[in-house]
């Protein structure tokens, strides 16, 4: 059965602890820390957006001892009413899955498969699905044993792996902008993937080269293009503007959850 692409009712967000300031992960060398406050205004903007455009939101609050958990998305893989309840890449954020479990489960209803194997790695990050197949990346959070498992959990739909050299995630610079349509960051390891992408696919796509890799993380939701703020990536902006895509855009801040790697895919898990 072919998933609605794009077309969702519930997100599941999570509070944003003081502890993202010090203790998220993050691949940089050098770490810009988070201003929390200014994080939670940006966080309330982007909830709002995904409100007006019609989705009920279940907000499930902060941890301190995960400072990591706001982002949700990595936490499970959700299609046409089921749930992969993933087993994170990082030790530190396996204790997140618990009560993002617990909500698709008890509150939303949806059928609950958990990864469970020892071996088994994946971040929902890594996972793009386009409405007509998966592309899992293979980093250093998803590994093979974790694709293999996908592919079981969602039979109707082929999966295909995308080595990921650098970067954090496939979807840090490549998600999909509107059906058909993928945004793909222009830097060396978007285009990279991008090419594994259209050589190993079983469907095309257009793809819309975006000057930012961080811009590239964008969302189609109920018919809307959501993506970053211009003020933080005026020439992305720009390209989002002129793109010849039907759809209305939405802009959303994320400047200060950017800085521990965060990016607007990964703070909502949508059903």
């Known amino acids: 059965m072919a998933a609605a692409f794009g077309r969702y009712?519930?997100?599941?967000?999570?509070?944003?602890?003081?502890?993202?300031?010090?203790?998220?992960?993050?691949?940089?060398?050098?770490?810009?820390?988070?201003?929390?406050?200014k994080a939670r205004q940006e966080h309330a903007?982007?909830?709002?957006?995904?409100?007006?455009l019609g989705l009920k939101i279940v907000e499930l609050p902060g941890a301190e001892d995960l400072p990591d958990c706001p982002f949700v998305e990595d936490c499970a893989v959700v299609c046409n009413g089921t749930a992969l309840v993933t087993r994170p890449g990082h030790s530190s954020r396996r204790g997140e899955v618990h009560a993002v479990k617990k909500v698709l489960e008890e509150d939303l209803g949806l059928e609950v498969v958990h990864m469970v194997e020892d071996e088994a790695t994946m971040d929902g990050g890594d996972v793009l699905f386009t409405g007509k197949e998966f592309f899992v990346g293979l980093s250093n959070r998803t590994n093979e044993a974790g694709a293999r498992i996908l592919a079981e959990t969602f039979p109707d739909y082929s999966v295909t792996t995308?080595?990921?050299?650098?970067?954090?995630?496939?979807?840090c610079f490549c998600t999909m902008a509107a059906p058909d349509v993928m945004a793909v960051g222009e830097g060396p390891e978007a285009?990279?993937?991008?090419?594994?992408?259209?050589?190993?696919?079983?469907?095309?796509?257009?793809v819309l080269n975006i000057p930012d890799d961080g811009a590239a993380n964008c969302m189609f939701v109920n018919g809307t293009i959501m993506h970053c703020a211009a003020d933080e990536f005026p020439k992305s902006a720009k390209?989002?503007?002129?793109?010849?895509?039907?759809?209305?855009?939405v802009q959303v801040p994320n400047k200060e959850l950017a800085k521990v790697d965060g990016s607007l895919t990964c703070l909502s898990l949508l059903i």
């Open 9 to 37: 009712h519930t997100a599941v967000v999570r509070g944003i602890p003081d502890s993202v300031r010090y203790d998220a992960l993050i691949q940089a060398e050098q770490r810009d820390y988070v201003d929390v406050e």
């Open 45 to 52: 903007a982007y909830v709002q957006a995904l409100r007006d």
């Open 162 to 171: 995308v080595p990921i050299a650098r970067g954090l995630h496939l979807k």
């Open 191 to 206: 285009q990279r993937a991008w090419q594994e992408i259209r050589a190993r696919g079983d469907h095309k796509y257009a």
């Open 239 to 249: 390209t989002f503007t002129s793109a010849r895509l039907e759809y209305p855009r």
